[in-house]
Every structure is written in structure tokens, then in C-alpha cells.
């Protein structure tokens, strides 16, 4: 899963000659890699812009999901991040977290 903060595998040293064995190894190591980077994780943000039929502007239309999914119940629960998770330094800038003292979502600075 995608953090944002996903880093960089150990790759292993290759031998000298061909190894069919070091290569399968080497091509996993890269496909597990490039699939954590490829999940958006629990987070997902969307934009769409459409053309208003009232004012012929066109408006941006963004939707943030943010949720955990339980296995137990196989069911989704929506939250955001806290301010406990901005504190733990979890959150990168930009990112949206709710304020559970003033009951606002505010932005990571």
C-alpha cells in the first residue's frame, strides 16, 4: 500500500554469469515494489470538471475517500486522519486531516 513514504527495495547483487534463479528473484522484488507504489492505500482523491448548464463555467468537482476496511465485518469504515497522525508526523504536506478539538478538517502544513 502506498504511504507516500514507500521506500526503495534492497536489490540484490547480481553474479557474474546468468542466474535464472537471481532474476526471478530480482523481477519480485520489482513487481511487489511497483504494486505498493500502484495502490493508492486507504485513501483515494478524485477530481471532474464539468461544463455548468446554468452558468456555461466550468466547475471542479473533488470528492476525497478516506476509510479501513474490516475484515470481521467485511465492511468499510470512513474516517480521516487525526491530528494525533499530523503529530506522529504520518502526514505529508497537503494532506487533509480532521481536528478532533475544533471539529474541523484542516490541511497538513
Known amino acids: 500500500m502506498s504511504t507516500g513514504r514507500t521506500k ?9 554469469q546468468y542466474d535464472q534463479a537471481y532474476q526471478d528473484q530480482l523481477n519480485n522484488i520489482l513487481r511487489l515494489y511497483f504494486a505498493q ?14 461544463l455548468s448548464p446554468i452558468s ?3 466547475e471542479v468537482i473533488s ?12 465492511t468499510r469504515r470512513i474516517s480521516l486522519p487525526t491530528q494525533v497522525d499530523l503529530a506522529a508526523s504520518k ?3 497537503g ?5 478532533t478539538a475544533t471539529y474541523v478538517v484542516k490541511i497538513a502544513p
Open 91 to 93: 502526514l505529508r504536506t
Open 8 to 16: 526503495f527495495p534492497t536489490l540484490p547483487l547480481a553474479p557474474t
Open 95 to 99: 494532506d487533509l486531516y480532521y481536528d
Open 56 to 58: 456555461s463555467i466550468e
Open 63 to 74: 470528492a476525497f475517500n478516506f476509510s479501513d476496511f474490516n475484515t470481521v465485518t467485511k
Open 37 to 50: 507504489l500502484d495502490n493508492p492505500g486507504p485513501s483515494a482523491a478524485s477530481t471532474r470538471r464539468i
